[in-house]
């Protein structure tokens, strides 16, 4: 299909930009900056779809919800809740909930937007949605955890559902915040409808190999650029930002794989040990003592010095914004595989690129999360569930595929990986849209 086949011979032409809606500060963006300046860098590769690339700049639908519930000493608390559908032009939303005290309107809307693009970029059939509550999820009761997942669910349960939003676990949600989503959204409905959301437990319909999918694509979209840029595996240094579940299961999977990790981060501190950390006893260790501080063979260092650590390969797996005009610059990996959503920020890719480092940007490096929560949605309509061994294979091949073709289009154009998937994906968005056309 050309794109000439979908563009009315009035629409030769791209609009006027509008100007930034009413309920941002166009002084202060926040993330959502970030992702519009990614889209104003991938729009001269458009073509005569640049002409639709408006619709990319605003999410499709925005709900805020109040969410109260009583905690356990009786009084009523307030909590700040969002859900936002960025685009559904190629299939229901998809995207995660995180319960995190920073979340804003801004990052909600960035998140839905990236999963829009990842999505479009590994080519699964959804759009892009995400959601968040502004909580600190480690100063409340599981049980208050349980109310706030619950009435959260029965607020945004207008706008979810198996062909509608299907959300999934992002930071601070786990397995058993999916459970009681799912059993909410059943008890509201009438019936049990396990596809409501994935990441599981996989007693309630869950997939095999989803606790690690996201960790397994870093590993298999990392190894790949290792290849492109002659870095070997075996041996490779490793240096991890975040320890979480994204972050340790890529060390795992790196570690077991015959390279050495070099350097761990997470909110507790930093650890370095050039000899090599083994990520199972760090995990361990986490698990035992609250902290990543005071691991047995390594040293504690300066938060800080974690951008000067000598390494061939550095995985940002935390939040956003966490590789910056200020310490880009101090970066000596050879690639950077971006396990967490948005941790570059525009102006440190820049720099970068200059210094010749391989970027694997989030759409396609952590997009084997919601590569494996794909499978899932598909065998919960099925009613018929896969092997782990099938679901890792059918993951490396999605995964690899998406990562030759991106670089391929990073060759022909001459841009980043990044600039890549946007084009791609963004293509692919665009198309659907002007097929679909506007309703009314």
Not at 71 to 89: C, I, K, M, P, W
Not at 152 to 180: C, F, H, R, S
Not at 193 to 214: F, H, Q
Request: aromatic share 8%; net charge negative; with cysteine.
């Amino acid at each position: 299909m050309t794109t000439e086949s979908v563009q009315p011979a009035e629409q030769q032409s791209a609009p006027r930009p509008h100007t930034i809606p009413s309920y941002l500060d166009s002084a202060h963006l926040g993330p959502w900056g970030i992702y519009l300046e990614q889209v104003d860098r991938v729009t001269p590769y458009l073509g005569k779809l640049a002409y639709w690339v408006e619709t990319l700049k605003r999410p499709k639908r925005i709900l805020i919800v109040d969410v109260p519930i009583h905690l356990d000493d009786g009084s009523v608390a307030h909590f700040e809740g969002y859900r936002v559908q960025h685009n559904t032009s190629r299939g229901p939303a998809k995207g995660g909930v995180r319960f995190h005290q920073d979340v804003t309107l801004s990052e909600v809307m960035a998140l839905s937007a990236w999963m829009t693009v990842k999505n479009a970029a590994v080519n699964l059939p959804y759009g892009g949605g995400k959601g968040g509550i502004r909580i600190d999820p480690r100063k409340y009761s599981q049980g208050e955890l349980e109310r706030l997942t619950r009435r959260y669910t029965t607020e945004i349960g207008l706008i979810i559902g198996p062909e509608k939003d299907i959300p999934a676990p992002d930071v601070n949600t786990n397995p058993q915040v999916m459970a009681w989503m799912m059993d909410t959204y059943s008890m509201n409905t009438g019936k049990t409808s396990t596809g409501v959301v994935t990441g599981k437990p996989v007693a309630l319909g869950g997939s095999l190999g989803r606790s690690d999918a996201t960790g397994r694509g870093v590993f298999v979209t990392g190894e790949a650029a290792m290849r492109k840029v002659g870095v070997r595996l075996e041996g490779a240094r490793i240096a991890v930002q975040g320890f979480g579940n994204v972050g340790n299961a890529a060390a795992r999977i790196f570690h077991d794989a015959g390279a050495k990790i070099v350097a761990i981060q997470d909110v507790s501190g930093t650890v370095l040990s050039p000899a090599g950390i083994d990520p199972h006893a760090a995990l361990e260790h986490l698990r035992g003592t609250g902290s990543i501080l005071d691991l047995p063979g390594s040293e504690n260092i300066e938060r800080d010095a974690f951008w000067d650590v000598d390494c061939d390969v550095l995985i940002p797996a935390a939040l956003e914004n966490q590789i910056t005009a200020d310490n880009a610059g101090r970066i000596r990996a050879r690639v950077v595989v971006e396990g967490a959503n948005g941790p570059t920020t525009p102006a440190a890719d820049d720099i970068l690129h200059d210094k010749g480092v391989t970027v694997v940007p989030d759409v396609l490096a952590n997009a084997g999360g919601v590569t494996v929560s794909y499978f899932e949605w598909v065998q919960d309509f099925s009613s018929f569930f896969w092997t782990e061994d099938e679901i890792n294979a059918r993951l490396e091949r999605i995964m690899r595929e998406a990562f030759a073709s991106l670089w391929d289009v990073s060759q022909k154009h001459g841009v980043t990986l990044r600039t890549a998937a946007f084009i791609v994906a963004c293509t692919r968005v665009l198309e659907a849209r002007a097929l679909r056309g506007l309703y009314p």
